[in-house]
């Protein structure tokens, strides 16, 4: 099945600066990748998603790229504020209906 | 925006009791899920649900699980039999069609005892 690492597990940044998230997919039939964001005692929230046909995708300070050969795909945001700080999950679909999860990223933005 | 909704928010049991966590999907979507989160680990995937029969299942969800959407509207999780290993925050998600986005609700905390 569909195994997916991502790191840091943890990122602290200033306010203004960019925030990168790295995964990794193992499965080539994957060919969903969406990103979540998940808030304190709250599910999961899509922030945004890419299909393989596409290498990258942008949705105002956030972005994600990917690389098919590689088998890596990554978020960034820029222009970080403190709403931003929430524990953001990477997925693929392993070519099924189910969604593999990374570990997660806590990420902590500081005034 | 239209969205899930999850019931009870919390669930306390003891050890052994029967457990039913409910689900209302979006009100067009078609294909249902069940995954769930052990604190400070990541979300795994329970079940998948379609046309009133499971279409994938972990390992996880053993005989203890069952789902069903018994009136058209809610989608329900049972454990039959709770352990302490299933305390987690359990999330229903549902889909319009396969491959696109799954929207996930609140959660339901479960504690067992």
């Known amino acids: ?98 969604v593999t999860f990374g570990i997660g990223t806590k990420l902590q933005v500081i005034p | 925006e239209p969205e899930v909704t999850q019931t009870p928010s919390h669930q306390v049991t003891q050890m052994g009791q029967e457990v039913i966590l409910r689900c209302v999907p979006i009100s067009n979507h078609l294909y249902f899920y069940w995954y769930r989160q052990i604190l400070g680990q990541k979300v795994e995937f329970l079940v998948s649900f379609y046309n009133n029969e499971i279409s994938e299942k972990s390992e996880i969800f053993d005989d203890q699980f069952s789902v069903e959407r018994p009136d058209g509207s809610n989608f329900t999780l049972k454990i039959r039999s709770t352990k302490l290993e299933d305390s987690a925050m359990y999330f229903c998600a549902t889909t319009y069609l396969i491959g696109e986005t799954q929207y996930f609700g609140p959660g339901t905390r479960l504690l067992v005892l």
């Open chain 1, 1 to 98: 099945g569909e195994n997916v690492e991502q790191h840091p597990s943890t990122l602290s940044v200033q306010e203004g600066d960019s925030a990168v998230i790295k995964c990794t997919y193992s499965d080539s039939a994957s060919n969903y990748f969406p990103w979540y964001k998940q808030e304190l005692g709250k599910g999961p929230q899509l922030i945004i998603d890419i299909r393989s046909n596409v290498g990258e995708k942008k949705d105002q300070r956030i972005a994600v790229t990917l690389n098919k050969t590689a088998k890596h795909f990554s978020l960034h945001i820029t222009e970080t504020q403190p709403e931003d700080s929430a524990v953001y999950f990477c997925a693929a679909n392993g070519g099924y209906q189910k």
